[in-house]
């Protein structure tokens, strides 16, 4: 998920994102999952690059994101965040797992990217709070997908956008991530966004093909 133009949001550094306690709601065991997930070899969910659908968005579209901060809230191993980077935008993007973030910040290091334009650090996306010195709503468990949406409403100012591709839409397993539907996020957003843009054809990540959604969203 990304949200551009994002309240109080500077680059800081990951000490001040950490100040945040862990959400409680967070069990040690889907924690787990994810830090076994990005510790192992796997491209399931990011194949060593930005995600298809936003480049195609950004770069075939020519959609024009507002000038202002992102938020890259479960940025794994950052190339969503470090694609945005290079496009100019000042980014912080977060994850709550140690491993990726060791990770994207791996990746930080060995690119070209001038120095305060991105800015990753372990933090819990439901527990951010403005000021704040851009596939979560699958990553979450279902019972914080309102929270989720609050916290959204919460960092992103009037007009500002919320990007959000929607993955797994094929059910699947009890475990992350959690098989997801527009009409579901519609229900938690339609309160505090209003939906501009929907692509149901969207260029999806290799073996994602008709598994993927990308939507656009308007902070009221």
Known sequence: MLAVSVEGM???SPAQLADEPASKQLTDGHRREWEEYWASDSEEHDQNGPAEALRQLLEDHRWLLPRGRCLVAGCGRGYDALYLA???????????????????QKLLDSADVLPGKLTFAVQDFLTLRPPLRFTLF?????????????????LIVPQGTLIVLLYPLIRRGQT??????MAECEVYLKRYFVLV????????????????????????
Not at 86 to 104: E, L, P
Not at 141 to 152: F, K, L, M, N
């Open 86 to 104: 290079k496009r100019g935008h000042t980014c912080v993007a977060v994850d709550f797992c140690d491993t990726a973030i060791a990770k994207a």
């Open 176 to 181: 992350p991530p959690y098989r997801v539907t």
């Open 10 to 12: 500077s680059a800081a």
């Open 197 to 220: 843009r929907v692509d149901p054809n969207c260029r999806c990540t290799e073996g994602h093909e008709g598994n993927e959604l990308m939507s656009v969203w308007k902070r009221l």
């Open 138 to 154: 699958s990553a979450i468990h279902p019972s914080q997908r309102q929270q989720w949406a609050e916290t959204y409403a919460r």
